[in-house]
């Protein structure tokens, strides 16, 4: 699946069983919270914090997910081209960045 079909998708799915989009704002507060979900675990399954017994059987992916679905979301309320966003992104990034990471000495192994 491309971002293009994950962005169609989703404006399908939400156009049909969501009834409609929540508003921006309700968006992204969902976002955060979601966001918040997948903190949750990282800092239980890498970090120093424990499970509780009822976090046990939490899906990391799934958690993931949902964060993208929001922000799937959000793009499409605002009509942003993920494809193209991430791809200009990743072309700011790679000039900006071309020797910066290959030159940090925190990163050499």
């Given at each position: 699946?491309?971002?293009?079909?994950?962005?169609?998708?989703?404006?399908?799915?939400i156009t049909t069983t969501g009834v409609r989009y929540f508003?921006?704002?309700?968006?992204?507060?969902i976002l955060m919270e979601e966001v918040g979900e997948v903190?949750?675990?990282?800092?239980?399954?890498?970090?120093?914090?424990?499970?509780?017994?009822?976090?046990?059987?939490?899906d990391l992916g799934e958690e993931m997910a949902d964060v993208?679905?929001?922000?799937?979301?959000?793009?499409?309320?605002?009509?942003?081209?993920?494809?193209?966003?991430?791809?200009?992104?990743?072309?700011?990034?790679?000039?900006?960045?071309?020797?910066?990471?290959?030159?940090?000495?925190?990163?050499?192994?």
């Open positions: 699946m491309t971002i293009k079909d994950a962005q169609e998708l989703v404006d399908k799915w508003n921006e704002l309700t968006n992204t507060a903190a949750r675990i990282m800092s239980r399954k890498y970090g120093e914090q424990s499970f509780k017994k009822s976090d046990e059987q939490v993208l679905f929001v922000l799937i979301c959000l793009a499409n309320q605002t009509g942003i081209d993920l494809t193209a966003a991430l791809e200009k992104n990743l072309d700011k990034k790679s000039i900006r960045d071309a020797d910066r990471h290959k030159n940090n000495p925190k990163l050499q192994q």
